[in-house]
C-alpha cells in the first residue's frame, strides 16, 4: 500500500513537475537535468521544478548533465517537531537510483534551480 502511495505521488510530482516518467517492472525512468545540492543531487525539468535523489556513486560524474535515472520512489519521513510541542512529521518524496543513464553533457534548455 505504501508502495502505491508512493509511486502515485512520484507519478503525480512528475506530471505536474514535467519530469518524463515511464513505469516498468517495478521501476521507473526519470529524465532531467541532475544537479548538486548540498551533500545530495536533485533533478531539474525544463521550468525548473526538483526532486530529490538520494546520494549515489554512479551520479559523480553525470552533475550537470542530462540524464536518464532508473529507480524507486521513496518517501522519507523528517520529524518537525519542536521542543516542547506536539509531535509532528512531514513526508518528502525523493528518488532512489538503480542505474543511470547519460543523455546529453549539459544541461542546455533546463531551468536553473528554484
Keep these: 500500500m505504501k508502495a502505491a502511495i508512493a509511486l502515485s505521488i512520484l507519478l503525480a510530482l512528475s506530471a505536474g513537475a514535467g519530469l518524463q516518467a515511464e513505469q516498468s517492472s517495478g521501476e521507473t525512468q526519470l529524465q532531467g537535468c541532475l544537479r548538486r545540492s548540498g551533500s ?57 537510483v538503480e542505474s543511470a543513464q547519460d543523455v546529453s553533457s549539459n544541461c542546455q534548455g533546463y531551468a536553473q534551480l528554484k
Design 40 to 96: 545530495g543531487y536533485v533533478l531539474i525539468d525544463r521550468e525548473g521544478t526538483s526532486l530529490e535523489v538520494a546520494y549515489n556513486k554512479k551520479l559523480k560524474n553525470l552533475s550537470g548533465h542530462e540524464v536518464k535515472l532508473t529507480g524507486r520512489q521513496l518517501t522519507r519521513t523528517i520529524d518537525t517537531t519542536p521542543p516542547g510541542a506536539a509531535s509532528s512529521t512531514i513526508q518528502r518524496p525523493y528518488f532512489q
